[in-house]
């Protein structure tokens, strides 16, 4: 199991990114997949999850209405859109999985993650 996380940047206040996550060694529509960010200093927090059985998704609060999880079977990917990008959102961003099956808000958990992928950083100017 692998997770590959892409797309990071550079990007004003107010701009939009996408990142990206493939998985390869297994199937996301059968995981539990959750964006998590880790910004200097402070702890590690869920900012979006995707079940696999039926793609429900969940957002923290301070990503709802900006931020859109997503997933494209075909290419094995999930994206995360952010969109209004402040500099509070500024943090290394961290692509996860698990086969568990919890109630698909408890994807947002970290310590409800079995695989971890390689960050991309996300940088937001003021």
């Known amino acids: 199991v692998q997770l590959q996380a892409s797309g990071g940047g550079l990007v004003q206040t107010g701009g939009s990114l996408t990142i990206a996550c493939a998985a390869s060694?297994?199937?996301?529509?059968?995981?539990?997949i959750g964006w998590f960010r880790q910004a200097q200093g402070k702890e590690r927090e869920g900012v979006a999850c995707?079940?696999?059985?039926?793609?429900?998704?969940a957002y923290a609060e301070s990503a709802k209405g900006r931020f859109t999880i997503s997933r494209d079977n075909a290419k094995n990917t999930v994206y995360l859109r952010m969109n209004a990008l402040k500099p509070e959102d500024t943090a290394y961003y961290y692509c996860?999985?698990?086969?568990?099956?919890?109630?698909?808000?408890?994807?947002?958990?970290?310590?409800?993650?079995?695989?971890w992928g390689k960050g991309t950083q996300v940088t937001v100017s003021s």
């Open positions: 995707i079940s696999g059985s039926d793609g429900s998704t």
């Open positions: 996860a999985a698990t086969a568990s099956i919890v109630y698909y808000t408890d994807y947002i958990y970290p310590e409800v993650m079995d695989y």
């Open positions: 060694g297994f199937t996301l529509d059968s995981y539990g």
